[in-house]
């Protein structure tokens, strides 16, 4: 038998079982992490991080929005705080719907820029069912999302867990425990079990020889694995304290339901839970740190549990809870007032504290999101004077500023009379802009240094459909403008000092649509280097990057790299081919984006790219150039995230986060050589870095997961031993600033001083970067084109055609100075000195006397209609001539005028009030001694309708005109418009009288329908009326208990007339179609009864009219003998009394004569010989002349009824009761002048005149 030494068949099994067990002790062992002092609070989403405003989840509703918690601004450039990076707070500014200048390190932003007042979050990552299990799909399609507003500061970024593949999880997933490994030296194993490789270029050394080891700990936030969301708060530069609140967001509920507050005080080695001094059953949603206090915090608990504010003093070693009568959706801290903060509540009420948040006033309502501001320091007189847009109630903006605790309708102020555009009030450094649209074409203002706000004036024909401000850093305005031939791309435009006069920089830059809506615009300014821009411009459907070192006086295209990262030579020509640059940020600023550069590293620019004829997003690699754009190196093959540490002296990079990673590289030498190390020994899925300058212990922190059921992993690394020594003189070299070899940038030389490439030396606080900068000699590129002109091919600048160079300002009077533009203006922050200076620089020359030209007169809204009684405001404008010599004559057109010695008493506005309505010509006329000039508008003065009532004939006769009017109260004059509807017509005619002729040619009900139109408002009434070729119709009245309940509105008149019909309908047996009862409007109540024929054709004309007069005779025998009655309320009977009986052949349409006509005829005359005689014996017949005044004042009043002769004889009324004469007498009248509604006592009808 043979025997063999081997493994039995067990064997296999058992010693993987071994080695997954020992695995799992090793990663379930936990370090803990020092995560160093961070910039800002952070939030970081797994996966993707989205930074925007407005972004609502869905399926959420509007959840709540939050204020950022610090003021210190992220330097997006360079990974830093602003105040660390030499620039201001910045706060967000946008002028229309977001546009934002990706990377651009300013003050002024838009809402898509990375440096946002409002951020949303995008859960890409575990959402945990109540099951346990992980909602991958809602995800991954990105229909859960959730996210908080902020106002100031940098962004609070929160870590969201990411939906990556769920490998290794069973083996990552234990975290029950919590354990600390005190810095294990991870780089010995890594050197030990992967060798490295050397290249030409961005090498990646190997050495046997003892290298620097990374120190680090790592900490997981042990019961937290279910929670989704994390923010990051460190609290201050220099401070140890770290405060770290992780949340679980139901996407099932759109709310937060629970939460975990974590505090630090030895920068992350270990944390403490604070729930039990919050409140274990608390539930918060955000944490804000004083800008100007970094001790003080506040602690919002989620509305959906209860709304208070928890307050710290002590960076959140203890808090006091107060109870808040509003949800707040974001803050404002004061940028001087440690305890002063603005909070903007659900319901868009705008409330101040000056105790950092324990007690709250309102200060105003209806406030827009986000357009509220605290004081500019050295402008605004008052430090707790705030602006704001604050909406009225028909919907429209004014821009108010007041004192926050006297902000009363009393002690409010409008720095700009009338409406402003919503959601356009910005307010930034030493600028106001807002947003005006008057005759459908907005208007852009601005105010430089709280002057007078004036007309932004761009290019005549530029014509902006969209309009956004980039920046207002160095005392000028970068605006990008979207004109009316663009659709994906804006100009750049950049103004005068005073914002006023804008010139084009560059066209057709290209922007895209970002997550929220809002658009990038690819426009990068780079860090460190003055007036050094990089942008994306699309030309003939190619994107290609151009570079300017002139603030857009002059652009070129990128010189790619000779050589590849093997060292194989790249045939790259211009114009054809170049480098092209992906200029987007990150909108998580943890993550570097595609470019990076910094302040304290000038001339080190990082980005994504590639090269070629035009911009692409496949094949991309990563660049840098160490000499600002000038010459370009490839450094990765793919796409990094890289930092710069030490104040640039270093190079940190790290892989995308789309997988994970436990290695990280480093370079001393600007790209050339990197050394690898490790920082952990389980690959982490990076969410985010933090990294602190300008502190003695070189710390940086990575945020991730080593899977997405695990909890938070923070791991702090310690890299201060990648530094041999301090760095002395001997380890910078100098380095010139140029553009090609030009040395003159901005009108300067300047040398820089940096640490000499490989030398692992740490820089000092005091490292001074810029050696020195002297002023060159001023050349044609320090000049730009100024306003009205336009450089032209051989680099000179000419007038445009629709400027005229010889227009001198209206405020320039006889004897004073002006500057007379050459062309040209010095490009803002140009330190050029003699030279050409003085031939481009505009000269100073006397205003000349000049006539008045270019009159204009509008109203201070830019509208042609106002209402009656309202206050207008006239602007008298005057393009060309001297202000202070013209006398300026405006007349209203309603007989008054005024006149003003000079323009000046007229720049605020002429006011003037209208007492009556109409159309009225206003006129203004300027006049001097050289000559005059006028010009004239006409305005309309609306008073409101308030009712219109259609007056119409009830029955006509088919194929005869007939009158139809319209009625309006209160009258009006010349300022309507009447719309009428005949039939089923499918256009209205229009008129602007109250009244039109029509004819029916058909028989049967026709519908009648008149609009009338005044200002803003339009009424109508309908009517029905009957056309028939002929008809019979009595008058009819009542007893006068009727009259006590008659409102005289037209639906009791309906109810009425169907009650009479039906009353009538009792006492004979005709058919219901043949009946027709009108009730007149007014009292005493009268009514009108039109028999109409049968509509049975067979039995001819000559039948129908035999039954009418049958009809006639049975309706008229019964109301004789007051047979018709109706009851209206219990006990209360209502008789009908007949008043005339209307003959057939008044209302008949045929030409052939009758007897009956000639009858009539003969009527005729005796009637006018009766007339003949009254007059000659008038003065025995008094009461005549009596009838005919009375007959006189109801003319006006009157309707008449078609087919009623002005000769009907009159009714004898001596069968009515004795009580009835007043009624009678007014019936009388009606039969007289033969009229439906003459005499009713009707209100009257006041003409439209204000008193």
Same mark, same amino acid.
């Given at each position: 038998m043979e025997t063999g030494c081997g493994l039995f068949h067990g064997s296999n099994l058992i010693l993987s079982l071994w080695l997954i067990i020992s695995a799992n002790i090793v990663i379930t062992t936990r370090a803990d992490i020092t995560c160093a002092p961070c910039p800002s609070p952070v939030q970081v989403t797994r996966?993707?991080?989205?930074?925007?405003?407005?972004?609502?989840?869905?399926?959420?509703?509007?959840?709540?929005?939050?204020?950022?918690?610090?003021? !210190?601004?992220?330097?997006?450039?360079?990974?830093?705080?602003?105040?660390? &990076?030499?620039?201001?707070?910045?706060?967000? &500014?946008?002028?229309?719907?977001?546009?934002?200048?990706?990377?651009?390190?300013?003050?002024?932003?838009?809402?898509?820029?990375?440096?946002k007042s409002e951020y949303e979050e995008f859960d890409m990552g575990k959402s945990t069912n109540y099951d346990g299990g992980s909602d991958f799909d809602k995800v991954e399609k990105g229909d859960a999302t959730f996210f908080r507003a902020k106002r100031s500061g940098p962004e609070p970024f929160e870590f969201s867990e990411s939906s990556w593949s769920t490998e290794g999880d069973r083996m990552y997933s234990d975290s029950s425990t919590e354990r600390k490994i005190p810095g294990p030296l991870l780089d010995e194993q890594k050197l030990r079990s992967e060798p490295r490789s050397n290249r030409d270029d961005a090498k990646v050394t190997s050495s046997k020889q003892d290298e620097p080891k990374l120190t680090s700990s790592t900490f997981a936030l042990t019961g937290d694995s279910a929670h989704n969301h994390a923010v990051v708060y460190w609290s201050g530069q220099n401070s140890s304290v770290i405060l770290i609140l992780t949340k679980l967001y139901d996407f099932h509920l759109g709310s937060v339901t629970e939460s975990t507050l974590w505090r630090s005080t030895d920068y992350g080695t270990t944390y403490e839970k604070l729930n039990d001094k919050v409140g274990v059953k608390t539930v918060l949603s955000y944490l804000y740190v004083c800008p100007t206090n970094k001790r003080k915090i506040m602690v919002l608990t989620d509305p959906e549990f209860e709304s208070s504010v928890l307050i710290s003093s002590d960076e959140g070693a203890s808090y006091q809870k107060y109870r808040l009568s509003f949800y707040v959706l974001s803050l404002l801290f004061h940028p001087a007032q440690e305890d002063w903060a603005l909070a903007y509540s659900h319901d868009q009420k705008l409330y101040s504290s000056l105790d950092f948040g324990r007690k709250w006033q309102l200060v105003h309502e209806a406030v827009t999101p986000n357009r509220f501001y605290w004081s500019v320091i050295g402008l605004d007189k008052e430090t707790d004077l705030v602006h704001l847009e604050a909406n009225t109630p028909d919907g429209r903006a004014?821009?108010?500023?007041?004192?926050?605790?006297?902000?009363?309708?009393?002690? !409010?102020?409008?720095?700009?009379?009338?409406? *402003?555009?919503?959601?356009?009030?910005? #307010?930034?450094?030493?600028?106001?802009?807002?947003?005006?649209?008057?005759?459908?074409?907005?208007?852009?203002?601005?105010?430089?240094?709280?002057? +007078?706000?004036?007309?932004?004036? $761009?290019?005549?024909?530029? $014509?902006?459909?969209?309009?956004?401000?980039?920046?207002?850093?160095?005392?000028?305005?970068?605006?990008?403008?979207?004109?009316?031939?663009?659709?994906?791309?804006?100009?750049?435009?950049?103004?005068d000092p005073q914002g006023i006069h804008f010139t084009l920089a560059l066209e057709n830059v290209k922007a895209t649509r970002g997550l929220g809506g809002n658009s990038m615009i690819d426009l990068y300014e780079v860090a460190g280097i003055k007036g050094m821009l990089i942008a994306n411009r699309k030309l003939d459907n190619q994107v290609k990057t151009y570079i300017t070192y002139n603030k857009g006086r002059d652009w070129r295209l990128l010189q790619a790299p000779t050589s590849d990262l093997e060292g194989n030579d790249?045939?790259?020509?211009?114009?054809?081919?170049?480098?092209?640059?992906?200029?987007?940020?990150?909108?998580?600023?943890?993550?570097?984006?595609?470019?990076?550069?910094?302040?304290?590293?000038?001339?080190?620019?990082?980005?994504? @790219?590639?090269? @070629?004829?035009?911009?692409?997003?496949?094949?991309?690699?990563?660049?840098?150039?160490?000499?600002?754009?000038?010459?370009?190196?490839?450094?990765?093959?793919?796409?990094?995230?890289?930092?710069?540490?030490?104040?640039?002296?270093?190079?940190?990079?790290?892989?995308?986060?789309?997988?994970?990673? !436990?290695?990280?590289?480093?370079?001393?030498?600007?790209?050339?050589?990197?050394?690898?190390?490790?920082?952990? %020994?389980? +690959?982490?899925?990076?969410?985010?870095?933090?990294?602190?300058?300008?502190?003695?212990?070189?710390? %940086?922190?990575?945020?991730?997961?080593?899977?997405? !059921?695990?909890?938070?992993?923070?791991?702090?690394?310690?890299?201060?031993?990648?530094?041999?020594?301090?760095?002395?003189?001997?380890?910078?070299? /100098?380095?010139?600033?140029?553009?090609? @070899?030009?040395?003159?940038?901005?009108?300067?030389?300047?040398?820089?001083?940096?640490?000499?490439?490989?030398?692992?030396?740490?820089?000092g606080r005091d490292y001074a970067r810029v050696l020195s900068a002297e002023p060159c000699i001023c050349r044609a590129h320090d000049f730009e084109c100024d306003y009205g002109y336009e450089r032209r091919g051989d680099g000179n600048c000419s007038p445009s055609f629709w400027y005229n160079p010889a227009t001198v300002s209206r405020t320039c009077s006889h004897g004073q100075n002006y500057l007379n533009s050459t062309g040209y203006r010095k490009v803002a922050a140009n330190n050029c000195t003699k030279g050409v200076k003085e031939m481009y620089t505009a000269r100073r020359q006397l205003c000349p006397n000049r006539a008045p030209r270019g009159l204009q007169l509008s109203t201070g809204e830019g509208k042609l209609t106002a209402p009656l009684a309202s206050n207008v405001s006239f602007l008298v404008q005057l393009e060309e001539g001297d202000s202070m010599r013209t006398h300026i004559q405006l007349d209203f057109g309603d007989g008054t005028a005024v006149s003003y010695s000079n323009l000046t008493w007229a720049e605020e506005g002429i006011k003037?009030?209208?007492?009556?309505?109409?159309?009225?010509?206003? /006129?203004? $006329? &300027?006049?001097?001694?050289?000559?005059?000039?006028?010009?004239?508008?006409?305005?309309? #003065? /609306?008073? #409101?309708?308030?009712?219109?009532?259609?007056?119409?004939?009830?029955?006509?006769?088919?194929?005869?005109?007939v009158n139809l009017s319209a009625v309006v109260w209160p009258s009006h004059s010349r300022t309507l418009t009447?719309?009428?509807?005949? @039939?089923?017509?499918?256009?209205?005619?229009?008129?602007?009288?109250?009244?039109?002729?029509?004819?029916?040619?058909?028989?049967?009900?026709?519908?009648?329908?008149?609009?009338?139109?005044? &200002?803003?408002?339009?009424?109508?009434?309908?009517?029905? *009326?009957?056309?028939?070729?002929?008809?019979?119709?009595?008058?009819?009245?009542?007893?006068?208990?009727l009259d006590e309940v008659n409102p005289d509105i037209p639906e009791w008149r309906q109810d009425v007339g169907r009650v009479i019909k039906k009353a009538l309908l009792q006492i004979a047996d005709i058919p219901e179609k043949q009946l027709l009862v009108a009730v007149f409007p007014g009292v005493p109540t009268a009514a009108e009864l039109f028999l109409l024929p049968s509509k049975n054709?067979?039995?001819?004309?000559?039948?129908?009219?035999?039954?009418?007069?049958?009809?006639?005779? *049975?309706l008229v025998s019964a109301l004789n003998q007051n047979l018709v009655e109706f009851e209206l309320r219990p006990g209360s009977r209502v008789i009908v009394y007949i008043t005339q009986l209307t003959l057939a052949p008044l209302v008949d349409s045929s030409p052939r004569h009758s007897s009956s006509a000639m009858l009539m005829l003969l009527s005729v005359v005796f009637l006018g010989l009766a007339v003949f005689l009254i007059y000659k014996f008038k003065r025995k017949i008094p009461w005549i002349n009596i009838y005919a005044e009375v007959n006189h004042e109801k003319e006006q009043e009157m309707i008449n009824t078609v087919g009623q002769s002005e000769a009907a004889p009159k009714i004898t009324l001596s069968e009515f009761p004795t009580q009835k004469e007043l009624m009678e007498k007014e019936l009388e009248c009606r039969v007289k002048r033969g009229m439906v509604n003459p005499c009713e006592n009707t209100r009257e009808i006041p003409n439209c005149t204000s008193v």
């Open positions: 996966k993707d991080v989205h930074l925007d405003e407005r972004a609502v989840p869905a399926g959420t509703g509007n959840p709540p929005k939050q204020a950022e918690p610090e003021s !210190r601004v992220f330097d997006r450039n360079s990974g830093v705080f602003a105040e660390q &990076a030499g620039s201001g707070p910045v706060d967000v &500014a946008k002028f229309a719907n977001g546009l934002g200048r990706n990377g651009v390190n300013t003050k002024v932003f838009s809402e898509a820029s990375i440096i004014q821009y108010v500023t007041c004192r926050v605790q006297s902000c009363s309708e009393a002690n !409010r102020n409008y720095p700009l009379a009338g409406y *402003i555009d919503t959601n356009s009030l910005v #307010v930034q450094d030493d600028y106001m802009f807002i947003q005006v649209t008057s005759a459908g074409r907005a208007w852009y203002l601005v105010s430089y240094q709280r002057e +007078p706000f004036m007309r932004i004036k $761009l290019p005549k024909y530029s $014509l902006p459909k969209d309009m956004h401000i980039i920046s207002t850093d160095e005392g000028q305005v970068f605006a990008a403008v979207q004109e009316w031939n663009q659709n994906d791309t804006y100009n750049i435009y950049i103004s790249i045939h790259c020509v211009l114009p054809f081919c170049s480098l092209h640059l992906q200029l987007q940020m990150s909108e998580n600023p943890y993550l570097s984006g595609n470019i990076i550069s910094k302040s304290s590293a000038p001339g080190v620019i990082v980005a994504t @790219g590639n090269i @070629g004829s035009e911009l692409s997003y496949n094949n991309v690699g990563m660049f840098i150039s160490s000499d600002a754009g000038n010459n370009w190196r490839q450094i990765f093959e793919e796409e990094h995230n890289v930092w710069l540490l030490d104040k640039g002296g270093a190079l940190l990079a790290v892989k995308q986060p789309t997988v994970p990673t !436990r290695h990280l590289w480093v370079s001393f030498d600007e790209g050339r050589q990197w050394d690898q190390h490790s920082f952990s %020994m389980v +690959p982490l899925f990076v969410d985010g870095v933090l990294v602190e300058p300008g502190i003695d212990s070189q710390i %940086m922190t990575f945020f991730g997961h080593f899977s997405h !059921r695990s909890e938070w992993q923070l791991i702090k690394i310690d890299y201060k031993s990648l530094f041999s020594r301090r760095c002395t003189e001997g380890d910078y070299q /100098t380095w010139h600033l140029h553009n090609q @070899g030009e040395p003159c940038v901005m009108g300067q030389k300047q040398i820089y001083m940096k640490r000499r490439p490989g030398n692992h030396c740490m820089l003037h009030v209208y007492r009556t309505a109409g159309i009225f010509r206003v /006129t203004a $006329l &300027a006049e001097n001694e050289m000559g005059a000039d006028s010009t004239s508008l006409y305005l309309h #003065v /609306t008073c #409101v309708v308030e009712h219109v009532q259609l007056l119409a004939p009830f029955v006509v006769i088919k194929n005869k005109e009447f719309f009428w509807w005949l @039939g089923n017509s499918s256009e209205p005619i229009i008129t602007l009288d109250g009244s039109i002729s029509h004819t029916f040619t058909s028989e049967g009900m026709h519908t009648v329908t008149v609009q009338v139109s005044s &200002a803003n408002s339009i009424l109508q009434d309908t009517k029905t *009326i009957a056309a028939q070729e002929f008809f019979k119709s009595l008058l009819l009245s009542f007893s006068p208990n054709q067979s039995e001819g004309r000559k039948k129908n009219e035999e039954e009418l007069e049958q009809i006639s005779d *049975i």
